[in-house]
């Protein structure tokens, strides 16, 4: 009986691991779960994709009459219609954004779930803060820092159809050739519609529901093509910009400060000629502050020169990343925020005083 027990034993053991085995073959895999293939192979194998966008207002699809009809989710049903492929989006998105603010968020992130599939939505607003040469190197940053994140993810860059600055959109698509993204540049789409840009778009910035349908259908068109031509994903070769390689951090604590006051996680003044200091090392400086409807003017000085003058009324509080300035000398540098007064910002009705909340300074 003992010897006849003792043969059971190595038997039972291997009968176990052989039924785990086949257990494990039929449970399905969840999205995401494998990174060792990518978004082509997905798509042809029948395995649903994750994407991220980390855009602007038309990033996220402003302008749509309802959230059924933003481009990506056009894009969504598309590929589920006609190919039974199934997306599932991720979004680091903000109205009225820049790259600059696209970098910062992403950096923040600390979720690190694979991503298959990445849109970059920038250019419209980049062009009211920066200078083509600044906004090469803010949106090439962008781009290797989401390749870092996400090493076997594909790229998409997006022209915004709005784009009239065409050195902007040039420097969209030489990056996107240098990196082997696809850039899908909707500016001649919607030119060559037929249809004007009042049919297009909500406002003549932001495509409304039929709009994000070209861009939707632009996106599809351009995949398939990738998928046919067994195109490779983008890469991470070497920097085009010399100054590329950003990382970007805060900080918080401050030199100096008159007139303002510690509330809600912001110092906050109404008060004109408060002041707020800050000393930085960096070449490249930006701010932290809340947005909102009771918004003031703050004037910005660096080094005892006034480089220039931020508005931060927006129609609903929102924390933002603000570009201010780049291309500062090597060394330590002050900077400070002076509160405007009661300058009527765009937005505020006659009673209203101006606030100015201020969190931390942002520098490379």
Sequence with gaps: MKKNAKSFIPFAAIATILLISYILQKVPKTYGSDDSINVYQKFQSGQPIQYLVIGDSIGRGSGAENPSLTWFKQ???????NDDSRLHGDYVVQSGSTAFEGLFKLSQRREREHKDLIFIVFGENDRKYMSVDDFTMTYEALIRKAKRLHPHAELFTITESSLKQNEFAVAIGRLSHHYGATNVDMRPIFKNSGLTEKQLTKDLVHPNGLGYKFYANAIYERFK?????????????????????LELSEVTHYKKMEGFRPRGGYYTSNEKGSVLDYRFNGSILGVKLLRSPDGGEVKVWIDGNEITTLNTWWPFARERYIFITNGLEPGTHTVRFEVAGRIKALGLDQDTIPYVRIASTITD
């Design 75 to 81: 894009l969504e049903n598309k590929m589920n219609e």
């Design 225 to 245: 093509d990738n998928v046919k031509r067994e195109k490779t994903v983008a890469a991470l070769p070497s920097k085009l910009h010399a100054h590329a390689e």
